[in-house]
């Protein structure tokens, strides 16, 4: 729901907030005190450590909008290499101060119930089981910082909510979401609402996990005992709209990465460099431990809807940012209809059908998402290699680096300039024999080996 073109210019608070603000998560005593001790205290779904993830938004994946309808476009998703399904918000939409026709998804009025648009809580469920028959698993998007204003418990538990200083009901603080009002977690039945919440779903439609829409606006402390008390129910995967380190210790899988984005987004677009990258890719690497799960897209419902599409975004470099979401560190997104080649902003509050069709943007994540899946040094978290910078001769156009484990080995080269490009490499780790994953060469790296990319062009060797 955060706009992302705000929320880009928050993270690099977020993250240096993430390093120098945030504490180690409280330990027992060790009889060692300088023994270290790990970070990440959860333990992640084992169907997550290839996984990618896919953002369905209900409203306009169909021209039914319906859960029967999106149910089957499930074959197709798992062709497209597709494991765990992102269903934004699933409730009854709010109708005070409602935006537009059918409202925003993110102004829940029933955290219980079904939107009626979409079908009925039967309809969901089914909807799961097909999925799950098919090796896929479903998430569902929770709002748990704010409801609607006809929500019941602003009737029922006018407590619950945060006031303004004239003491109303109050939006969040400094935003335009005038059609939503925040709850305030400093009271305890709150808590166990949300939490009792949460574990319906769990229980009665068997998902597999939550997407958490603003969750650095709600209180870690919640966030944390929500996933032990879901977690005693089954293991589930916890996707945090956020840039913070310290929600990965005891509640989430995965955050997104926001910086990540705003440094490809700007590097194709001419704004900046390469650099930023680098940042990126140090501060992923030294501040954040190696089973920490990131989402890496080039496009959510916010970009689409707000910003760009994917195309306005990413322009010819489109292909190459889509190689390095994937091939990179990080846990790919594709948002529904990419695959597609979209070439319109979906509506927010109407209704606005995607249009299927064959697109090379499709083949291209198809085989993608397939390498991914095989390759071990692509895998996610503490699965996968550590992203090694290779060193070359062109370090403000040029991307390279190696992926690496015991068992697979990926070199990959992006070309992030509009001019052909003549590149050369130091140092040794990269010299190797290869497949060229797109075109099938073999190829022998040593040192003198150039390589020539056309602009915007990629290489991806595998061994």
């Keep these: 729901m955060l706009r992302l073109i705000q929320m880009t210019l928050l993270a690099g608070i977020l993250m240096v907030a993430a390093i120098s603000c945030e504490k180690q998560p409280p330990t027992q005593a060790a009889a060692d ?12 779904p084992d169907w997550a450590k290839n996984a990618t993830i896919y953002q369905i938004n209900t409203r306009q994946f169909t021209a039914e909008g319906t859960f029967a309808a999106a149910e089957a476009h499930l074959p197709r998703l798992k062709a497209l290499g597709v494991d765990i399904l992102w269903m934004m918000p699933i409730h009854p939409i709010g109708e005070e101060n409602r935006k537009g026709t059918l409202g925003s998804p993110y102004s829940v009025k029933d955290y219980f119930g079904v939107n009626p648009e979409f079908g009925t809580l039967d309809d969901f469920k089914h909807f799961v089981d097909t999925a799950h028959s098919l090796g896929l698993y479903v998430i569902i998007d929770w709002v748990a910082n704010h409801t609607a204003w006809d929500n019941p418990m602003r009737f029922e538990h006018p407590d619950w909510y945060a006031r303004d200083y004239k003491g109303d009901f109050r939006p969040t603080p400094w935003w335009d979401w005038s059609d939503i009002i925040d709850l305030d977690y400093s009271k305890p039945e709150l808590r166990k609402y949300m939490t009792d919440a949460l574990k319906f779903w769990v ?40 840039e913070s380190r310290d929600h990965h210790a005891r509640a989430f899988d995965m955050t997104y ?31 954040y431990p190696h089973d920490a799960y990131r989402m890496t897209y080039i496009s ?37 209809g990419q695959e597609a080649g979209n070439p319109k902003r979906l509506e927010f509050f109407e209704r606005d059908p995607i249009e299927w069709r064959e697109h090379p943007i499709g083949d291209h994540y198809t085989k993608l998402f397939a390498l991914k899946k095989k390759n071990t040094a692509l895998w996610n978290g503490k699965w996968g290699g550590r992203m090694v910078r290779t060193w070359n001769s062109l370090p403000n156009e040029i991307f390279s680096f190696v992926r690496m484990n015991e ?9 992030f300039s509009a001019e052909s490009q003549t590149v050369t490499f130091t140092g040794t780790l ?26 915007w062009g990629y290489r991806v060797y595998i061994r």
């Design 33 to 44: 005190p300088y023994t270290p001790q790990p970070y990440i205290r959860i333990t992640h």
């Design 203 to 242: 229980t009665e439609t068997d998902i597999d996990g939550y997407r958490c829409d603003t969750a650095g606006f709600v209180p870690l402390d919640f966030w944390e005992n929500a996933r032990r008390e879901l977690d005693a129910i089954k293991p589930v995967f916890m996707l945090a709209e956020w």
């Design 257 to 287: 990465a926001w910086s990540w984005y705003s440094a490809v987004h700007n590097l194709v677009q001419g704004k900046a460099g390469v650099g930023p990258l680098f940042v990126y890719y140090s501060w992923n690497e030294k501040a």
């Design 430 to 455: 990269h010299h190797d024999a290869y497949r060229e994953f797109f075109s099938g060469e073999e190829v022998e790296f040593d040192a003198a080996s150039e390589l020539t990319l056309a602009p």
């Design 407 to 415: 068992n697979d080995k990926v070199f990959a080269v992006i070309n």
């Design 300 to 336: 959510n419902h916010d970009v689409n809807a707000w910003e760009a599409t994917q195309f306005e975004a990413f322009g010819d470099g489109l292909e190459a940012a889509i190689v390095l979401s994937v091939v990179g560190e990080g846990f790919p997104m594709i948002y529904n």
